[in-house]
């Protein structure tokens, strides 16, 4: 296994392979992309060549052999069996230092342990990353850091780690993964040299939802995957939390629209956002209720886009809904035009700018609702 396993990300496969072929990789990376398309995997990667106790190289003919591709010649790899590549792969060796938000429960101080970690502190960086900087390896000849959700590094944290992502000591490499770059210090991404990693296609994590979830049906695996926006990371979570028992409940409130009272149907949405939402907290606990709700709730937004959007879909005589098979009879029954079709996506996106701009969710959900059964009713 090596970084040219991250396939789908040619941009960023090209910066990485140039690096190591030409011998002179930059001290601090800046992997940053949507979550969930694989900067964590091609930061691991990047280690395990890094921390190999015998690196191979490889021609660029022997990659082309392997249907590997890449346009640089000769490239630096990991063997993949040595007791580093090992240790890389088990996320154990004492030279790749993961760095994350919920490690200030493992730090010295009870106070720091305490805490919330709503982002990662000056504590969290002092002592995890800059003073085990100035450690010297334990196996390897170098040291990897990686630190996940770089973006929710506070600007004091990240004004501390300013010299070491600078000048770090001989062989120490610091990968910083984010997703939104403009929480980011300017003085942080100017120390960085930037990779950048775009949205999966949509088949791929379909692909790779099925390989990695076997007990999912086909449906489930592309309702997800058509959710997930080029994240299979996102398409993973879609899957554990059971998104299509929701997505159900949303369909068959849409197609009961016409003579549904849409408070009800709001109030039935609002509680569904509210079970969502402690999902979405149980693996983020640093966030609040009103945001983890507000989370469910947009998740909740998105299925109702893509029903309208397999309205549309129909409407045009594309057929085939995305959504839900057994959704396809109810829909056409609805016989929803095009252009209200349209107008109940763009409903959706309006909804969503509204929850964005922290608006009550039981307002946003409430005004989506009512404008939605008026389109429903049009006819
Ligand atoms: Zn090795």
């Known amino acids: 296994m090596s970084v040219f396993d991250v396939r789908h990300q040619p941009r960023a496969q090209r910066i990485i392979q140039r690096a190591l072929a030409s011998g002179r990789l930059p001290h601090a990376y800046l992997f940053h992309g949507p979550d969930g398309v694989g900067k964590e995997m091609a930061a691991e990667r990047l280690a395990r060549i890094l921390l190999c106790a015998q690196p191979r190289t490889i021609q660029k003919s022997e990659r082309e052999t392997e249907g590997l591709g890449g346009d640089v010649n000769p490239v630096r790899d990991a063997c993949g069996e040595c007791r580093d590549c090992v240790l890389v792969q088990a996320a154990t060796h004492p030279d790749l230092h993961l760095v994350y938000r919920e490690l200030h429960k493992h730090h010295p101080d009870s106070t720091v342990r305490n805490r919330v970690a709503r982002d990662i502190g000056v504590d969290v960086i002092r002592h995890f990353v800059i003073d085990a900087v100035g450690v010297k390896p334990v196996r390897s000849q170098a040291k990897v850091f990686i630190i996940r959700e770089a973006d929710r590094i506070t ?108 408070v009800a149907v709001a109030k039935g949405w609002l ?109």
Not at 185 to 208: H, I
Not at 345 to 373: F, G, H, K, W, Y
Request: glycine share 6%; net charge negative; aromatic share 6%.
């Open 155 to 262: 600007a004091s944290a990240q004004n501390a780690l300013l010299k070491s992502l600078e000048e770090p000591p001989e062989g120490t490499f610091l990968i910083l993964l984010a997703s939104a770059l403009d929480r980011l210090l300017p003085t942080t991404k100017s120390r960085c040299q930037p990779v950048p990693f775009g949205p999966l296609s949509t088949e791929f994590v379909a692909e790779r939802l099925a390989a990695l979830v076997p007990d999912l049906a086909p449906e489930q695996c592309s309702l997800y995957a058509a959710l997930a926006q080029g994240s299979l990371g996102t398409a993973v979570r879609f899957a554990e939390d059971q998104l299509d028992t929701y997505n159900e409940r949303i369909t068959d409130a849409l197609g009961d629209l016409v003579s549904a009272a849409p």
């Open 271 to 379: 509680e569904d956002a509210k079970t969502l939402g402690a999902r979405f907290r149980e693996r983020d606990p640093g966030i609040s209720d009103t945001e983890a709700q507000r989370r469910g709730l947009k998740t909740l937004f998105a299925l109702v886009g893509a029903w309208f959007k397999d309205a549309l879909r129909m409407a045009v005589g594309e057929g085939g809904a995305v959504t839900s098979a057994g959704s396809v009879e109810r829909l056409a029954s609805l016989n929803i035009a095009p252009a209200d079709a349209g107008w109940g996506i763009r409903a959706v996106v309006e909804a969503e700018r509204d929850l964005d701009r922290n608006a009550s969710t039981q307002l946003a959900v409430e005004a989506l609702v009512i404008r939605l059964s008026r389109i429903v009713r049009a006819k």
